[in-house]
């Protein structure tokens, strides 16, 4: 690894953030990506970085600022009103996806435009989530005009009412490009609505499709279950938010 790593505390959470190797010896200001669940990133980024390196060095990827945000309380803040817990082992899901998201745009990000050298243009700020850390990222273009694109791996778009939501809700982000990495065999040995996560992300494709337009949203599918081939999804979507186009 070229570039630096270094965790803060940031508004009573932890928050990990990833430094090209340029950043002390130039003056530019660096795009940013903002991942859920930074305690998981971080340890994938680890495993997967030089790999992005190499696509910094042969020109293929645009130098960014990585942003993982560790989640207080994931059931809540990741998820978009309240539900039932589907699994009474769990807590219910609290619903607080907007303050979370208020939380991103009003604080954390003001916090690193102030304390990074990072461009504040739309055009370089991206989200991206695994899970319930998907559906948030793209609860995000319901709720605001920040992100240019999304990277939604393994999106729990099983979740309640999620599907009617997103085909009728107006969209408030007004030019974004979004990713939808999925795996077929997710939730194959569930007997939860989890069992039918393929159908759900495939419904939200079509939806994406109609709504943002085809050249706007991109499907990626792999054969593995929800807890699989993780590292090569994480490298996926990080291809797709740090690409030039």
């Not at 130098?63 to 990741?78: A, K, N, W």
């Not at 589907?86 to 899901?93: A, K, T």
């Not at 739309?122 to 991206?128: G, L, T, V, Y």
């Not at 990080?238 to 186009?245: A, D, P, R």
């Amino acid at each position: 690894m070229k570039g630096t790593m270094l965790t803060r505390k940031v508004f009573d959470r932890e928050v990990f953030f990833y430094l090209p190797s340029g950043y002390d010896a130039s003056d530019k200001r660096y795009p940013v990506v903002y991942a859920q669940d930074g305690d998981k990133f971080k340890g994938f980024l680890t495993k997967i970085i030089d790999d992005i390196e190499i696509g910094f060095s042969n020109g293929s990827l645009e130098e960014h600022m990585l942003v993982g945000i560790t989640p207080i309380d994931r059931l809540s803040e990741y998820t978009p009103w309240f539900s039932k817990a589907l699994n009474e082992r769990f807590n219910d899901f609290g619903g607080q996806a907007d303050n979370y998201l208020r939380f991103l745009l009003k604080d954390l990000q003001p916090y690193i435009e102030n304390e990074f050298r990072v461009s504040v243009s739309k055009e370089d700020r991206k989200i991206m989530g695994y899970s319930l850390g998907a559906l948030v990222s793209l609860y995000s273009i319901y709720k605001n005009n920040n992100y240019s694109k999304i990277a939604s791996i393994c999106s729990s778009q099983w979740y309640e009412n999620w599907i009617k939501f997103m085909d009728e809700e107006e969209i408030i982000n007004d030019n974004f490009k979004i990713i939808i990495i999925a795996g077929r065999k997710e939730g194959y040995r569930k007997t939860t609505i989890h069992k039918y996560a393929p159908k759900f992300s495939e419904k939200s494709y079509e939806i994406f499709k109609k709504r943002i337009g085809e050249k706007n949203i991109k499907m990626i599918w792999d054969e593995y279950d929800h807890h699989e081939n993780i590292l090569n999804r994480y490298k996926i979507a990080l291809e797709f938010l740090l690409s030039k186009i």
